[in-house]
């Protein structure tokens, strides 16, 4: 019997292929299902090669890193708890030669070092990397092979280091250690640890790494000890989570908010196909009913030929996905080097069987009308009202558990999920008022369009829904469409606006006294400066950051390290309160803190939290008392957390600054004397910024191109399901309309003002919606001001009008071949 | 002057799987404005064919197809503003009720009275109290009726109606058959039914018989008409 309905399946899958409701789903299941299996494939590629660099790239089995070197009691304890240890110590530093300046990140290392994996160097650009045991002599430093380019340097050469001259011999090739820093772009360069001590940094801008040579039971025994004796440190191990890992891990997030929007699409577009399938296996569920079948054959056939239907797309999408996934590899391999090409049978299997359930999911309205069918569907059609919209209720709740499981960013996806549900209900009462008030008002006017708007309008219901449809897609495409065009632009001309063309993001009070006076004596303008000191989130409400907040986000991830905490009496310009209360000026109730919005909902933290901070070696209580956000228009220097600054009395730690100048073309080459002076300072030039910024826009570019294109074919999709589903009837009417007299063009003529009138509603209800998400997403995320270029707007506008028009038209035009006879021949 | 139409020896075949099928040859004749037509025959004799050349909705492979309006003559593309058309299976528009279906031919000319003009045409055909309801709250015959109503409601010069008593008992079939004539009789519309039915085709004033490629016209002078 199963056989039987198989083969019946199988036949009428046959009979159904060449279909239009048949196509349509095999592209709105094979566009999803591609996206959604590269994805999966490309993550489990990094996440395999970051398990394996994990396993034998580390160069330690274990690294505890701090700001501050080990005192001999702790360097005590610590090796007393392990096997062997080696030190390095790194800082940012600018090195100068020949009027060229290159920030880089210098290592200092002694003959102990490497304590595992290879250091690999060489003697030119060209040559392969030899394995070298130990590090530069005193007297030398060794760059890698991007500083040493960007220097115009050559092998012998001298280089100056706070005003001492270095000569490099050797260009690094590969630190074993290095994957454990984290992900990082930095250039690099590595001198001996006795010539580093003579370079008399300041103490607290060095960064103390202990790589450590342990077993499991040693590591844990040091997670034990590090907690209790030095919690603001950080310790990476082989078991603990990979830094990399994590930033993958976020990307990942991210797009997974993307993909969201490709699931609502394929819903959209699913929903409007349903109607078709139901109409078709609903037929013929009840013609075998009359036959003397059962109710599960008709329910079987529709599975099956459902069920084949994806069995035979899958091949052409895994062939595809393995294509694409090919490609991103090769892209991904700037970033991840040596990362490679891995087809994860596991990983497609279960991304595979999660789309299929969630297409069953969307599909399962057909089921359940079915489950409902009786052969008096052959004599009178009724809908299945309560069935109906318990599907829907189904879909829905389904869209909400993939938002959950893929969001990242809890503040970005609310604001994303809003904007969706403000355009829908926008679009409702949009299409409900335009036809309601259109038709009302026309009422007494002759022509077509008071026809085709009472027309629309008593088929509100079905209309709203392609409506619906259509312009989400609209929506969703011209958000993405205006995040690629003004990321870039507003981004780039807020920086030019506010804050002068160089940024200082670290200077210490007599680095910054200095600048002070010699941006005086320049004519040089310093725009801003704001004081800081570095401060390491260890605890919320008595819990470690990590029990507290477990799901990955932007702030966790920026809170494993040490981060800037500004004081101020008042609330600064650039910041207004959005919940709670700002401390009166001069109070001497210091123990409470400002935490910024997005990262009060990022970590779940709520006013009235005590937070733990380890400044200078000391722990110190924090309760959060307000809540503030960026404010636009007086710079852009903000901070995440702000206390009193009747604090400074009670926390003895180095005091920093942050400032922003306006430096003259003619005034740059007195940068490399600044630099030479200050070798510590951190320092970026405009340029700098914009190079850093124009190469992250260009991999924002790629990936929003990518994903564009993907929500322009959904939508073109959606739109032909929408038409499909109503294709019967508009052939009907066409065919009535045609026997009252009236000639083929008269339906064109009809048609196209309907689809100007769906378009126009359309148009409107996606440029609302992209107003609104701009206005609440670009404040919110990028702290930009929004300033819609309505030119720009309008453009669009005309060009969806367009586009939408002109496809509606067109896919309509097996309808309008409509005629006559036809309605003769329906018998 | 009543306008007619006029088929001057028309010819119309097809061809299927590589045979010719021929329908009619040298056909001669007149629909007059005014006047009821029936149009019978077996299957597959080309009844609907022959409602549809009249029409001017197909061409014929030879011969000429004639609109005569006000003793000027034009083609049968002329004449698609002046007719009506009633299904065997009414084709009403289900999201709409008996009284828009009623009025949409007018509201697409514009009309300001349509609803009015829709709901005296309702009620000639006996749904006064049937006005807002949708099709799929209606008989078969009611639709029908709601139909012929949408189909006389512009008042066009002929109307082809295709089996309209084709879906309907026997009872209800008689009762359409009454407002069908007595309507156009009442509009002075020229009425051309194709019909399987002999005691439909017999209250025509004119019954064009088809067989095998060939038609044979019989004519009855006397028409006993009900109130429309």
């Known amino acids: 019997m199963l056989i039987g309905n198989v083969k019946l399946a ?11 409701h048949q196509r349509l789903l095999r592209w709105t299941q094979g566009v999803l299902l591609l996206f959604i299996v590269t994805l999966s494939q490309s993550s489990a590629s990094i996440q395999n090669y970051l398990d394996k660099n994990l396993q034998g790239l580390l160069g330690a089995d274990a690294v505890l890193s701090q700001k501050h070197p080990l005192t001999a009691k702790q360097y005590a304890a610590v090796t007393a708890l392990i ?14 030669h020949n009027g060229k300046w290159q920030r880089a990140k210098l290592k200092a290392v002694d003959s102990h070092y490497p304590l595992q994996g290879e250091l690999l160097t060489s003697q030119s650009l060209q040559h392969q990397g030899q394995q070298t045991v130990g590090g530069p002599e005193s007297g030398q430093i060794w760059l890698d092979a991007r500083l040493f380019a960007s220097l115009s340097l050559t092998i012998g050469d001298h280089i100056l280091l706070a005003e001492k001259p270095f000569l490099v011999s050797r260009i690094l090739q590969h630190e074993p250690d290095r994957l454990m820093e984290g992900h990082s772009v930095d250039m690099r360069a590595m001198v001996n640890a006795a010539d580093f001590a003579s370079l008399a940094f300041a103490a607290d801008l ?34 603990g989570a990979h830094p990399l890992a994590l930033f993958w891990q976020r990307t990942e997030n991210f797009i997974g908010l993307a993909s969201i929007i490709l699931f609502f699409m394929a819903a959209i577009a699913i929903e409007q196909l349903a109607q078709v399938y139901l109409k078709k296996d609903q037929y013929f569920s009840a013609i075998c009913m009359s036959l003397g079948a059962s109710k599960a054959t008709g329910m079987q056939v529709s599975l099956f030929k459902w069920l084949i239907a994806l069995a035979l797309l899958l091949p052409l999408v895994l062939l595809l996905s393995t294509v694409f996934h090919w490609l991103i590899i090769y892209w991904l391999q700037e970033t991840f080097i040596n990362l490679p090409w891995h087809w994860n049978i596991f990983s497609m299997l279960k991304t595979t069987g999660f789309v299929v359930i969630i297409f069953a999911v969307f599909h399962a309205p057909v089921w359940l009308a079915l489950q409902q069918t009786s052969v008096a569907k052959l004599f009178i059609s009724t809908s299945n009202g309560t069935s109906h919209w318990l599907s829907k209720v189904s879909s829905l709740l389904v869209l909400l558990g993939v938002v959950i499981t893929y969001s990242d960013n809890g503040l970005l996806t609310l604001m994303m999920v809003a904007t969706i549900v403000i355009t829908i209900t926008l679009m409702i009462v949009l299409s409900w008022a335009t036809l309601t008030v259109g038709e009302k008002a026309t009422q007494n006017i002759s022509g077509l369009i008071p026809f085709a708007l009472f027309m ?41 606006q506010h804050d002068g063309n160089v940024m200082v993001s670290q200077a210490t009070q007599s680095q910054l006294t200095y600048i002070n006076r010699w941006a005086k004596q320049q004519n040089i303008t310093i725009r801003q400066a704001k004081p800081y000191m570095y401060a390491k989130l260890v605890a919320v409400n008595e819990q470690s950051l990590t029990e507290f907040s477990q799901k990955p986000s932007d702030s966790l991830a920026t809170f494993t390290r040490p981060i800037r905490l500004h004081w101020s009496e008042t609330i600064p310009p650039n910041n207004h309160i959005v919940d709670g209360q700002w401390w009166r000026a001069n109070t001497q109730n210091w123990q409470q803190i400002s935490v910024e919005q997005e990262v009060m909902t990022d970590l779940g933290l709520q006013l009235g939290d005590w937070l733990t901070f380890y400044i200078g070696q000391q722990s110190f209580n924090f309760e959060i008392s307000a809540s503030h956000a960026f404010k636009p228009g007086a710079g852009s220097i903000t901070f995440w957390v702000q206390m009193p600054a009747a604090a400074l009395a009670h926390i003895q730690a180095p005091h920093f600054n942050m400032a922003s100048l306006e430096v003259e073309q003619q005034q740059w080459p007195l940068l490399t004397n600044l630099w030479q002076k200050f070798p510590t300072l951190r320092m970026l030039s405009l340029k700098e910024m914009t190079d850093r910024f124009d190469t992250m826009l260009a991999m924002i570019t790629k990936v929003i191109s990518g994903f564009s294109l993907m929500i322009i074919v959904l939508s073109a999709v959606v739109i032909l399901a929408s038409l499909n589903a109503l294709e019967s009837r508009e052939m009907k009417k066409n065919s009535i309309v045609m026997s009252f007299g009236f000639s083929q063009s008269t339906c064109l003529r009809l048609n196209v003002i309907e689809w100007l009138v769906t378009a126009t509603i359309t148009a409107v209800g996606a440029i609302v919606g992209t107003y609104i998400a701009g206005l609440l997403i670009y404040q919110s995320q990028f702290s930009l001001t929004y300033k819609p270029d309505f030119i720009w707007l309008l453009a669009t506008l005309s060009t969806i009008l367009l586009v939408v028009t002109t496809l509606g038209v067109y896919a309509s035009r097996k309808s309008l071949r409509s005629s006559v006879r036809q309605l003769m021949s329906d018998t | 002057m009543s306008s007619y139409i006029e088929l001057k020896n028309i010819s119309h075949s097809f061809q299927l799987n590589q045979e010719k099928v021929t329908l009619f040859d040298e056909l001669n004749l007149s629909i007059v404005q005014g006047q009821s037509y029936a149009i019978t025959g077996p299957s ?92 799929s709250e209606l008989s078969g015959g009611e639709q029908q009726r709601v139909a012929i109503a949408r189909a006389l409601v512009f008042e066009p010069s002929f109307i082809f109606a295709d089996e309209p008593t084709g879906n309907l008992d026997q009872t209800s079939a008689t009762e359409i058959a009454d407002i069908l004539f007595a309507c156009c009789q009442e509009n002075n519309a020229g009425l051309v039914v194709v019909t399987h039915s002999d005691i439909l085709a017999n209250r025509a004033q004119h019954i064009f018989s088809l067989a095998d490629g060939q038609y044979s016209q019989q004519s009855k002078q006397a028409l006993q008409v009900a109130a429309c």
């Open chain 2, 44 to 135: 597959g004799a080309g009844k609907s064919s022959l409602l549809m050349l009249m029409s001017g909705l197909e061409q014929p492979t030879t011969g000429q197809g004639l609109y005569v309006k006000a003793g000027q003559s034009a083609s049968l593309d002329a004449l698609r503003a002046d007719i009506g058309f009633i299904f065997q299976q009414f084709h009403l528009l289900a999201e709409l009720t008996a009284l828009n279906n009623v009025a949409l031919p007018l509201k697409l000319r514009g009309d300001k009275q349509a609803l009015e003009k829709a709901r005296t045409w309702l009620t000639k055909v006996g749904l006064s109290h049937r006005i807002n309801h949708k099709p």
């Open chain 1, 456 to 496: 629309m309008k008593q088929r509100l219901i079905s209309k709203s829904t392609q409506i619906l449809g259509v312009g989400l897609c609209a929506f969703l495409l011209l958000f993405t469409l205006m995040l690629l065009k003004d990321i870039g632009a507003t981004m780039a001309s807020y920086q030019r």
């Open chain 1, 10 to 20: 199988w036949h009428f899958y046959q009979q159904e292929r060449q279909h239009s």
């Open chain 1, 206 to 239: 060095v960064h103390y790494r202990y790589l450590i040579a342990a077993t499991s039971a040693q590591i844990s025994s040091l997670l034990h000890w590090q907690q209790k004796n030095l919690p603001a440190a950080q310790v990476h191990h082989k078991q």
């Open chain 1, 83 to 96: 096997d062997e240890m080696v030190v390095t110590q790194q800082i940012q530093t600018t090195l100068t």
